[in-house]
């Protein structure tokens, strides 16, 4: 059904201003997402662990060896999680000031086949970690995460109505038409809305996946909330353990009850945020970069190490797992990231072009405009 005039102006106003809220966010996104695709390369060649050869079936140091390397070099933090690394033989042991803080965190690097400690630059110093922490929370913490997830919104919004403004425009051209022989201005309108309206999807999936990583912290609380409460049910009443089993005894019970296929993925303390104050959580991942990044969660009594249970993530929360590898595009390999970067690349021109129409906008009536661009033959008034 064919929208009339006055419809058309109002998805034209929600198209503008909605657009106006967030495209200078947009655009800060956008080029600091760009090198971001690229982040694994570029800490390969700035990483001190660089040259760790890769040997298939990792290596069989003893974790408690590591885990007590690491609280030596850091004593006035503990330890709150390990995780192995998915392509080289490297196990990183993560201490903060506390269970529950994620913020001044200190990663140590070892050898998974000695248990050799690994030299290795600060995880938060660097061009990189700038850029993630600008592209994620704007520098501000979990506030301007939550921000950025209103401003996802806003840009959901945006698209949608420019889709809706797209079709009249082009009723009498063909798709994708640039005007080349009218204005600047209508040229730079037919540019914005050709390329918008190709990168119309893969916008739509970094975008949706962006709003649900804004929201990894009201995800994670959900899930202690639901599931976290079933597995410490049983232990309600009962102090925190003040002495831990061994955390080689806890990964070799799980291992022992993983499903097959799976590799070891990662660890959570007691106490953390994605474990219980009485359970490690030991993570299982599929071999494929993007089965990867869905875990599988065993949680193993921290005080006797015998497993208590293996159960699978909710809908919620593999959805949050698989946003990361889709926001970024690094579960295809080289080619699908410099698939992402073109696209980004493009998406950059929209939000450009977008900024150079409303910078050079005329005080013409809608109604006027509109017929003017959808090629009505109405001459283009003077500036």
């Given at each position: 059904?064919?929208?009339?005039?006055?419809?058309?102006?109002?998805?034209?106003l929600?198209?503008?201003?909605t657009?106006?809220?967030c495209?200078?966010?947009?655009?800060?996104?956008?080029?600091?997402?760009?090198p971001?695709?690229?982040?694994?390369e570029?800490?390969?060649?700035?990483?001190?662990?660089?040259?760790?050869?890769?040997?298939?079936?990792?290596g069989?140091?003893?974790l408690?060896?590591?885990?007590?390397?690491?609280?030596?070099r850091a004593?006035?933090?503990?330890?709150?999680?390990?995780?192995w690394d998915?392509?080289?033989?490297?196990?990183?042991?993560?201490?903060?000031?506390?269970?529950?803080?994620?913020?001044n965190i200190?990663i140590h690097?070892?050898d998974?086949?000695?248990?050799?400690?690994?030299?290795?630059p600060?995880?938060d110093e660097?061009?990189m970690?700038?850029?993630?922490?600008?592209?994620?929370?704007?520098?501000?913490?979990?506030p301007?995460?939550?921000?950025?997830?209103?401003?996802?919104?806003?840009?959901?919004?945006?698209?949608?109505?420019?889709?809706?403004v797209?079709?009249p425009?082009?009723?009498?051209?063909a798709?994708?038409t640039?005007?080349?022989d009218?204005?600047p201005?209508?040229?730079?309108l037919?540019?914005?809305?050709?390329?918008?309206i190709?990168?119309?999807?893969?916008?739509?999936?970094?975008?949706?996946?962006?709003l649900?990583?804004?929201?990894?912290?009201?995800?994670?609380?959900i899930?202690?909330?639901?599931?976290l409460?079933?597995?410490?049910?049983?232990?309600?009443?009962?102090?925190?353990?003040?002495?831990?089993?061994?955390?080689?005894?806890a990964?070799?019970?799980?291992?022992?009850?993983?499903?097959?296929?799976?590799?070891?993925?990662?660890?959570?303390?007691p106490?953390?945020?994605?474990?219980?104050?009485?359970?490690?959580?030991?993570?299982?991942?599929?071999?494929?970069?993007?089965t990867?990044?869905?875990i599988?969660?065993?949680?193993v009594?921290?005080?006797?190490g015998?497993?208590?249970?293996?159960?699978?993530?909710p809908?919620?929360?593999?959805?949050?797992?698989?946003s990361?590898?889709l926001?970024?595009?690094?579960y295809g390999?080289m080619p699908?990231?410099?698939?992402?970067?073109?696209?980004?690349i493009?998406?950059?021109?929209v939000?450009?072009t977008?900024?150079?129409?409303?910078?050079?906008?005329?005080?013409?009536?809608?109604e006027?405009r509109v017929e003017?661009?959808?090629?009505g033959?109405v001459?283009?008034?003077a500036?």
């Open positions: 059904m064919a929208l009339s005039q006055t419809g058309i102006r109002r998805w034209y929600v198209h503008k201003w657009s106006l809220i495209t200078a966010f947009l655009l800060l996104l956008c080029v600091t997402g760009l971001l695709i690229f982040h694994h570029i800490e390969e060649l700035t990483g001190a662990h660089s040259s760790i050869e890769q040997v298939a079936g990792g069989t140091a003893s408690d060896t590591m885990v007590e390397d690491a609280k030596r004593p006035a933090q503990v330890p709150g999680f390990l995780f998915s392509e080289k033989p490297l196990v990183a042991v993560v201490t903060a000031s506390s269970l529950t803080d994620q913020q200190v690097y070892y998974a086949r000695s248990g050799a400690h690994v030299p290795a600060p995880h660097g061009v970690a700038f850029l993630l922490d600008l592209h994620k929370s704007l520098l501000m913490g979990l301007g995460t939550l921000f950025l997830g209103l401003i996802g919104l806003i840009f959901a919004v945006a698209v949608v109505s420019g889709v809706v797209y079709a425009f082009m009723r009498k051209l798709f994708g640039v005007r080349k009218r204005s201005r209508v040229r730079s037919d540019t914005h809305n050709m390329v918008g190709v990168t119309l999807g893969w916008v739509m999936v970094v975008g949706l996946t962006g649900i990583l804004t929201m990894a912290t009201p995800i994670a609380l899930w202690q909330i639901d599931e409460s079933e597995i410490s049910a049983p232990y309600e009443g009962k102090p925190p353990p003040t002495r831990l089993a061994s955390l080689d005894t990964v070799a019970a799980a291992r022992a009850a993983a499903p097959g296929g799976q590799k070891l993925s990662s660890v959570a303390w106490g953390t945020m994605f474990s219980s104050k009485h359970h490690y959580m030991i993570a299982f991942s599929g071999e494929t970069p993007l990867e990044r869905l599988h969660p065993a949680f009594d921290a005080e006797t015998r497993l208590t249970e293996i159960r699978d993530m809908w919620y929360v593999k959805g949050l797992f698989l990361v590898p926001h970024f595009g690094d390999g699908l990231k410099i698939i992402w970067a073109l696209l980004d493009a998406a950059i021109v939000l450009w977008g900024l150079r129409l409303w910078f050079g906008r005329r005080r013409v009536p809608i006027k003017e661009l959808r090629g033959g001459p283009e008034p500036e």
